[in-house]
């Protein structure tokens, strides 16, 4: 089992920053990489970036390139997601997830879920 803890949402203005943590404990080793996904009312849950565990290599979707970035602390096993720019269609529900096989954009190659944070971004 793994276990992730979320935490850094909250409220900004259109054009500030956020970042967001994503700590993980238990079956790090079973980890092949962790990603971001966000839920906006009444969207499907889309994919937002993601990094390889071990390598550190990092995607991200055509929407966020260039003013999101994914870094890393090996030794607390977080991950974070530093989040500039902020326009309002950025405002979702934020989950982290640890995923056990490649195919970061995919649902389904995620096996544990963070609790989710949200981040409103007012104009």
């Known amino acids: 089992q793994v276990q992730l803890v979320e935490s850094g949402g909250g409220l900004v203005q259109a054009g500030g920053s956020l970042r967001l943590s994503c700590a993980a404990s238990g079956r790090t080793a079973s980890i092949y990489g962790m990603g971001w996904f966000r839920q906006a009312p009444g969207k499907e849950r889309e994919f937002v970036a993601a990094t390889s565990w071990s390598s550190g290599n990092t995607y991200y979707a055509d929407s966020v390139k260039g003013r999101f970035t994914i870094s890393r602390d090996n030794i607390k096993n977080t991950r974070y997601l530093q989040m500039n720019s902020l326009t309002p269609e950025d405002t979702a529900v934020y989950y982290c997830?640890?995923?056990?096989?490649?195919?970061?954009?995919?649902?389904?190659?995620?096996?544990?879920w963070g609790q989710g944070t949200q981040v409103t971004v007012s104009s």
């Open positions: 997830a640890a995923a056990g096989r490649p195919g970061f954009g995919r649902r389904e190659s995620y096996d544990y």
